[in-house]
């Protein structure tokens, strides 16, 4: 009997939770028709099928490539993904795997089926996205919103006389637009982002999404348009079509990207102006006269050799730059909601964490014993996997011999019929053995047998790495490979103290010279996240 496993998925706001059960409904009443067992249920609620990045569908690859299964059953190859690429990984992954792909619609998918429904899932998601774009470029015409919402305006609902929704409506909302002009009024005075969030966020104004304010929110990027004192909108001029949003294929999330001028849509709407033409032309000449000193971000600095490893152990955010010579909370200047305002020398700083990747973090003698366990433990994981295949093993050689006993009784004149219930279960069992032990092999109780002495050799280079100015770059990426974060947070005493954690199993990569960290994913590797210090516990440095 094959093992057969359902997937079902629904997205758009046209379909509803229901429709997951349905598909299920429909998939089970298949398997059962065909005889097949189902082992399992997989589904995506709400989840768009232009990704593969759905957790339904990810366990399902998952589980195909353990061989838990034989037949993957779904409504149609859509509910798989509309994404050409996605679907021919899928089907290869599955074929490879061993495991057939049947559809309530198309039946058992081919080659064929991949190429044809693969283009047409391809076309619709595109004139899917077409339509959309139309209708919204109708409303923008008409000076209605496009999608979204800005601080300072409510949406309005109202239903036609047909009882249908109208869509794209919004007032303003004047107690935000008071905000809206008092941050303009400010800045145009010459108050900094920073200062104007924090004067927001101390007397508590909820910002956009209820958030708190930060310098972005107010000065976001006067080339996309973005923040508080580049929207348009607020002088009664409506820009749509300014960005165009794409989905990465590797991470599955959209990135914007600035469209050429010449494909904005403008449509001027005068009863949502809140800030005034004279108040607007002050900040924008403000504005101007700042772009035309030195961007921070364009300079040449040295890179830092602690960056984006420092963060605040009060509020959790980073701890940045914030002079040519000291370190503090992002948070607690930017924005005002943490209390942390103490600071460190950088150079203070990078000298106490060097002093601990040498000293403790790679001890090696510490390093040493921690290999002889991890040794230890592997080598117990890689027995109980042996030890499993073995008993596999045993059992198959165990049910050849019933059958052939089972066989023989037929022959010496029992009736079939009594036997038959027994040889249908050994038959089973066989398969689910042979299954299992097919394509797996058994592990060599084994590590690395010099890593140890191998560590205490990349430990000098690395030393010798980490104190030589000249290679600074190549210092900050290993120290990148080997901490985690490092913590700052203040104590009684007023003072910082710092907690250096560190990820020893990309250190154990270089001891087993491979090139970056281990493979979280594989089997020989068990990812030891610890705290840098002596015997491995927490370790603090006061300042």
Sequence with gaps: MSKAVIYARYSSDKQREASIEDQVRLCEERAAREGWKIVQRYTDHGISGASLL?????????????????????????????????????????????????TLSEGEIAELHIGFKGTMGA???????????????????????GGGNSYGY??????????????????????????????????????SPKAIAHALNRDKVPGPAGKAWGPSTINGNWRRGTGILNNELYIGRLVWNRLAYIKNPDTGKRVSRLNPETDWIVKDVPELRIVDQDLWDRVKARQQGLRKLPEFHEKQRPRMLLSYLLKCGSCGGGFSKISATHYGCSTARNKGTCQNRLTVRQDELEGLVLSALQSRLMDPAL????????????????????????????????????????????????????????LARVAARREELEAMLDGTEEEQVLLHPQMAGHYRQQVAKLTAVLNDDANRAEAADIIRSLVDRIALTPNRDGKLDIDLFGDLASILALAANKDGPLDASDASVQQVKVVAGVGFEPTTFRL
């Design 154 to 191: 409510d949406v309005v609902v109202k239903v036609s006389e047909s009882g249908e929704s109208v869509r794209g409506e919004r007032r303003i909302d004047e107690a935000e637009a008071r905000i809206v002009r008092h941050i303009f009024n400010e800045y145009a005075a010459g108050k």
């Design 123 to 145: 076309l619709y998601l595109k004139d899917l996205a077409d339509k959309t774009r139309r209708g919204l470029r109708g409303r923008v015409e008409a000076g209605k919103s």
């Design 367 to 422: 390093c040493e014993e921690f290999c002889e366990e991890y040794t230890r433990y592997l080598n117990t994981l890689r027995s109980e996997k042996n030890a499993s295949l073995n008993a596999a093993k045993a059992e198959l050689a165990k049910l050849a011999k019933q059958r052939e006993h089972l066989i023989q009784a037929i022959k010496d004149g029992v009736p079939a019929s009594e036997v038959k219930d027994d």
């Design 54 to 102: 759905r957790p339904g569908i990810q366990a399902l690859m998952r589980d195909a490539q353990d061989r838990r299964f034989d037949v993957v059953l779904t409504e149609s190859l859509d509910r798989i993904s509309r994404d050409q690429e996605d679907i021919a990984g899928v089907y290869k992954r599955l074929r490879f795997a061993g495991a057939r792909m049947v």
